[in-house]
């Protein structure tokens, strides 16, 4: 998945609860953000004032968590693990969870992103 097809996805997905991110959505979105968080900060130094921050949390912030949310889903666990970035060191945990591989196969937040599924039906004799 490249960086732009990366960021459609993520701005696609963010109303659904239950779904998966596969690590490159979540890094190259990770990217976006970090990069949309830049301007953020030079306009709240030029205006002297907060809402250029309010902007990008609410345009770039919330999807964030929703990648968030959607690549620890693809690891097999809960968003509710995102509450560990409250906590000392916590943060480095989610780094970890972050950069897993993805659980082969479906798993109860769906299939596996980006893997079709044949199944193949066998007649018994």
């Known amino acids: 998945m ?8 993520v701005y696609r997905n963010v109303p659904e609860g239950v779904s998966r991110a596969p690590r ?7 990217l976006f953000s970090f990069l949309a968080y830049i301007p953020a900060i030079v306009l709240i130094g030029l205006t002297q004032t907060a809402w250029p921050l309010l902007g990008w949390f609410l345009l ?14 693809d690891t097999d666990r809960r968003g509710w693990w995102m509450l560990l970035g409250f906590i000392p060191f916590g943060g480095f945990v989610l780094i970890v969870f972050y950069c897993l591989p993805s659980r082969p196969g479906p798993n109860r937040f769906g299939p596996q992103p980006g893997v079709r599924y044949q199944e193949s039906f066998t007649r018994r004799a």
Request: positive net charge.
């Open 2 to 9: 490249g960086f732009i097809s990366a960021i459609r996805s």
């Open 24 to 30: 490159s959505e979540y890094w190259w979105f990770a």
């Open 60 to 73: 770039v912030g919330l999807p964030t968590v929703s990648a968030s949310v959607r690549r620890l889903h």
